[in-house]
């Protein structure tokens, strides 16, 4: 936090002389160093100083001043009732915000109020819902290093999920980074800050430590030997369970500082899902859409969510962001979805009552650290009691998922009874003001409570016995908070008032009194009121502790439902769009009619497409002009499989497919301008990443390789890349391109295989079929594309005479090595070439390409070395 923050040079000076208040405030701010700190004065949240100055820029708030012994200095407010609003900007400006608030009750306190942060608000730890803008999780993360291992720990404070992993590679975290996309992070002492795209907040380097680590992990989840799997996951675990509880300030946890409710752990091991980085994700716009010029359209998490409560959609995120690789997991999801499919009723009925579930996993997270009001109860209550109903409807079913899941429906009869039993009906937002405990529930509540309304229902009879006994028809009796019960009486009949009358108020046409009876009965009913409230606080209380004693059964719970909701939204899905059940084997892919589940619901009539790849076709060469539908057929492909693999039906008629390990995805053109990486040098590097890392069971989409440098350097890089992965890795690919020498690839290997996308002219014009044929495509159309486009006649005409006179001049020499054309047209052998380069090479390009050893050279260093080369010549 930056020193503009801080106090004044001459309020530090005079640190001695400062206000109580101000030197509260001081002490903790330097406490809280690396937050900015909100200060509760009466109902606003107070900054000072460099603070107030920066909240008020950023806030748009009024910029005002406060005096005291120490002199004039700038101060900021936000109202507490509306402060999540502001908070939000602090946030999105790059603070964390220290919330302090009054821990005493001011009007019990001689002097200044004690004050306390009772949490720090930052980017990865939010648990109001107003901060977190929906049902998606919110992860912070936490990395550590032990030597050559990384430990990975990931925990959403909002609803208690937390996961752990482990792996040698950094390439590995850095996947596991894509497929969680964390808010925040904390990185120990060893640990590089690189992989994280999000907010690494500094944190206590100790929290770190084997020995705290240990301890730490210990006192929430047991013995760490039994749950993970090496000493950086323990430092890494044990550090962000530290973080969590700073962050709470100490609110709502025991005396210890533990968070009750953060009580269950998931070690995974990357290598039990299939792997999407975030290349692969946002490629095949899992969640969300790559278009920059617009947000319109669905993602797949969108075309594939019908589900009917917020722990469901995070459920089924979950789902999409790990899709699983063991077979025997994978089918007990398909035999779920397949029973559902088939029982109409049943599904719409649980659909009807999973609607009715409130989010359990954020409810119990705040019953827990003791922020939970009555209404929250209230909600945990509600869905506590239509459990029984959703059990009794997939109680006769007949799939291993579905049996599972109906033994582990719990829906806790003591605690929803309690809740039935305490709880008032419709309770207020505030626990403070009565109201909030159900009559009934506790005797010497209702007695407090009944002495109040007869102190009242007397009070509301008064006004008509003094009538009578005065004779004044004007005479009222009512109640204010700053005066209590009061008779009035107007000037006009001063003369009619009672001797035992005592003036309490006077007013401008008007006298209030009241009478020692009356006064009798406002003690009575102020101390009944006082008494009653604070006794329904206590119960409140009491209640609450005890729901939060049962949250590990609450999450269990809340786990059940939310994957019987996504397998009751993929069972909707599936009979609504007809998908079909996948068929898990063990060689290639089969896929029979299918479809793209986003592109086809935009479209009025989309075309499908089967593929077919094994072992002995893994690798298709793709061509066709562009709109034809390559990169489409492509995804859909993909997502066919992650679908599969995550537990969905598929958009297709048939579909027998192997289990894939990872996808591979370089699709499109994007840069980085500011790192210094062209268009080409970040194709090269994701290439790099694909060609080293995968693996025959892996399923590869490339799209347009080569195209960022000459057509002649394209071609080559492009015939290489296919060898490789024909050769050397055996990976099931597709590659679309528009290098149609490459097609000559398949009479040369043998696994590789030619298709195309029919394209036809009817009247001049361009026809796409956007069917899938074998063989290669005789021509890009990419003339007719561009007029289709809307690119002016002049220039397509021009164009169109360009490519008729370069159709007479040959691409590639009698050996194959790709040629260049000259402005003319002319061919420029493969020899006149090499003249042409080291004409023009520089020193140092010849220098470096002398140091290179081929022989030890990997393909990673290769492509790498080529995309310098390439920099280097894009310079000169």
């Not at 506790?442 to 409570?449: A, G, I, K, M, S």
Request: hydrophobic share 40%; charged share 30%; net charge negative.
């Amino acid at each position: 936090m930056d020193a503009a923050l801080g106090a004044p040079e001459k309020m530090a000076e005079r640190a001695d002389d400062l206000t109580p208040m101000m030197a509260q405030y001081f002490e903790l701010t330097r406490e809280y160093d690396d937050s900015l700190v909100l200060f509760q004065v009466g109902d606003f949240y107070e900054a000072f100083c460099g603070a107030a100055e920066r909240v008020a820029r950023l806030c748009e708030i009024t910029l005002t001043k406060r005096e005291d012994s120490t002199g004039e200095y700038p101060m900021a407010g936000i109202p507490i009732d509306n402060a999540e609003s502001y908070v939000e900007t602090l946030l999105d400006a790059g603070y964390r915000v220290a919330i302090a608030d009054q821990v005493e009750d001011p009007d019990e306190v001689s002097g200044v109020v004690e004050r306390a942060v009772t949490r720090i608000i930052t980017p990865g730890t939010l648990t109001e819902d107003e901060l977190l803008g929906g049902a998606a999780n919110n992860y912070v993360a936490a990395l550590a290093r032990e030597n050559d291992r990384y430990g990975l720990a990931m925990v959403d404070v909002s609803t208690g999920d937390a996961y752990a992993t482990g792996s040698d590679s950094l390439a590995t975290i850095e996947d596991e980074l894509g497929r969680f996309d964390p808010s925040e992070a904390i990185v120990g002492p060893d640990a590089p800050t690189d992989p994280f795209e999000c907010m690494v907040t500094p944190y206590d380097e100790r929290a770190f430590t084997a020995e705290r680590a240990r301890e730490r992990v210990g006192r929430y989840f047991g013995p760490p030997e039994r749950l993970l799997a090496s000493a950086a996951e323990v430092r890494a675990c044990g550090a962000l369970l530290a973080y969590a509880e700073y962050t709470r300030g100490g609110t709502g946890v025991g005396e210890d500082g533990q968070l009750a409710y953060l009580n269950h752990l998931t070690r995974y091991d990357p290598r039990e899902y299939m792997v999407l980085d975030s290349v692969a994700l946002e490629s095949l716009e899992v969640f969300g859409r790559r278009s920059v010029r617009s947000s319109e359209g669905l993602t797949l998490a969108e075309a594939v969510d019908e589900t009917a409560c917020a722990m469901g959609r995070r459920e089924l995120t979950d789902w999409l962001r790990r899709p699983l690789i063991e077979r025997d997991r994978i089918e007990a999801r398909h035999e779920a979805v397949a029973e559902l499919v088939g029982a109409v009723r049943t599904r719409e009925r649980l659909h009807e009552r999973l609607r009715e579930v409130y989010d359990l996993e954020r409810l119990i997270s705040r019953v827990s650290r003791g922020r939970a009001n009555a209404r929250d109860l209230n909600s945990l209550g509600s869905t506590l009691a239509v459990v029984p109903d959703i059990r009794a409807a997939i109680e006769d079913s007949d799939s291993r998922k579905l049996r599972a899941l109906h033994d582990r429906l719990d829906d806790l009869p003591e605690v929803r009874s309690l809740l039935s039993e305490a709880i008032a009906d419709d309770p207020p937002p505030e626990l403070t003001e009565g109201g909030v405990i159900a009559s009934g529930y506790d005797e010497t509540l209702d007695e407090l409570r009944e002495t109040e309304r007869s102190g009242k229902a007397w009070v509301e009879r008064l006004e008509a016995r003094e009538r009578d006994r005065t004779g004044i028809d004007s005479l009222k009796v009512g109640h204010n908070s700053v005066h209590g019960y009061y008779i009035e009486v107007t000037d006009a009949n001063l003369d009619r008032v009672p001797e035992d009358y005592q003036r309490r108020q006077t007013l401008k046409n008007s006298e209030r009194y009241y009478t020692p009876e009356l006064k009798e009965r406002e003690d009575e009913i102020v101390r009944a009121e006082q008494r009653a409230d604070d006794r329904e606080y206590e119960l409140f209380v009491e209640v609450r502790e005890t729901v939060a004693a049962e949250s590990e059964r609450v999450q269990r719970l809340a786990d059940a439902l939310a994957q019987l909701d996504v397998l009751v939204s993929f069972a909707t899905v599936a009979a609504e769009f007809d998908y079909a059940r996948p068929e898990i084997v063990s060689e290639g892919i089969d896929i029979e009619a299918g479809r793209h589940p986003v592109v086809e619901r935009t479209e009025d009539a989309f075309v499908p497409n089967g593929a077919s790849l094994d072992r002995d076709d893994r690798v298709m060469i793709v061509t066709g002009p562009n709109m034809s539908g390559k990169s489409t057929y492509m995804r859909q492909i993909a997502l066919t499989a992650l679908l599969a693999q995550a537990g969905s039906f598929v958009p297709a008629e048939r579909a027998r497919l192997r289990l894939v390990d990872r996808i591979f995805t370089r699709v499109g053109a994007s840069d980085d301008i500011a790192g210094g990486r062209s268009t080409f040098m970040i194709e090269m590097t994701e290439l790099a990443e694909i060609l080293e890392h995968a693996t025959e069971d892996s399923l590869v989409l490339l799209d347009e390789v080569g195209r960022g440098t000459s057509t002649t350097d394209g071609l080559a890089i492009a015939r290489a890349v296919t060898e490789f992965i024909h050769d050397e890795v055996g990976a099931t690919t597709l590659f679309a391109t528009h290098h149609h020498e490459l097609t000559d690839v398949a009479e040369q290997l043998p696994a590789v295989r030619n298709r195309h996308f029919e394209t036809s002219r009817e009247d001049g014009e361009v026809v796409f079929e956007h069917e899938v044929a074998p063989g290669a495509a005789e021509a890009s159309y990419g003339v007719e594309v561009a007029g289709v486009a809307g690119v002016p006649r002049p220039v397509v005409e021009r164009a169109a005479e360009l490519l008729e006179d370069s159709e007479t001049v040959p691409l590639a020499d009698e050996g194959g090595v790709p040629a260049r054309t000259n402005g003319s047209g002319d061919a420029e052998r493969g020899h006149e070439h090499s003249d042409s380069m080291a004409a023009t090479e520089t020193d140092a390009i010849r220098e470096r390409l002398r140091e290179v050893s081929i022989a030890e050279t990997t393909p990673l260093e290769a492509l790498r070395l080529l995309a310098e080369l390439q920099s280097k010549l894009e310079a000169e």
